[in-house]
């Protein structure tokens, strides 16, 4: 396995990054679960993303699998119904980390819940290790706790693990005044601050998430993850997504 990378790409903005994927990123065009095609495409930008020398940490929702603000309505306790939507996280990520060592990459796989048999437990100083040595971190399990969603887990395991940004994989080039699916007039804001995120409303994470990134300036950048090669150009040119910050 290679992790040596190539020194004839554009230099990089971001040595150490989080991605953030949301669990409906890997659906593709299916209805549940997880396209291969998708899982495919990510693992190979992920991959050619570590080759140019940057350190990534990933975060993977599984509302593609389980959404547990949804499962509280049909009887299931809000605690429980997050609980099973932070194994959900791990069937994503124990898939993503498959599809990246498929391509020669090292990975660990980290959980903030005991699951000795499938991952490392999460320590923070042994994940920047990882990182350092070139291998991709995938963090499963949330946060560990209820009530946070895989957007907070992001912008914690962020923070602790000293990342230059957010980099928020979507289905959108970045964020815009309404929602472009539905609104064709829908205009994108190339960057915004915190508190605009905030007082508009803007779906860009949730308010925890927001907070924390805030008291810690760290930027937040969405971007459109679907379309192959753009993780790349995030990390490499000014202007692809948008910059929260």
Not at 80 to 98: E, F, W
Not at 120 to 140: C, D, M, N, T, W
Not at 198 to 215: F, H, N, P, S, Y
């Amino acid at each position: 396995m290679n992790s040596h990378h190539n020194p004839n790409h554009p230099p990089v903005r971001y040595k150490r990054v989080l991605l953030k994927l949301s669990g409906e990123a890997l659906l593709g065009q299916s209805n549940y679960g997880i396209d291969p095609v998708m899982l495919d495409q990510f693992a190979s930008d992920i991959v050619l993303s570590a080759a140019m020398g940057v350190q990534i940490g990933i975060v993977v929702g599984g509302g593609n699998i389980y959404r547990g603000i949804s499962g509280s309505v049909h009887g299931i306790s809000r605690v429980q119904g997050d609980q099973m939507g932070m194994l959900a996280t791990m069937i994503n990520a124990l898939a993503l980390q498959n599809a990246i060592e498929a391509k020669g990459l090292y990975s660990r796989l980290m959980s903030a819940i005991t699951m000795n048999e499938f991952a490392e437990p999460y320590i923070r100083r042994k994940a920047i290790r990882h990182l350092e040595k070139g291998r991709v971190v995938i963090f499963g399990c949330g946060t560990g706790n209820p009530f946070f969603t895989t957007d907070t887990a992001a912008a914690l395991r962020a923070v602790e693990i000293g990342a230059d940004a957010v980099m928020k994989g979507t289905r959108v080039d970045g964020i815009y005044d309404s929602d472009p699916e539905k609104n064709p007039d829908a205009i994108r804001l190339p960057s915004i601050t915190y508190m605009d995120v905030l007082q508009k409303g803007l779906r860009v994470m949730d308010l925890t998430a927001i907070t924390l990134c805030q008291e810690n300036n760290l930027p937040i950048i969405v971007f459109n993850m679907n379309q192959p090669g753009n993780l790349q150009r995030v990390l490499t040119e000014d202007g692809i997504g948008s910059m929260v910050g």
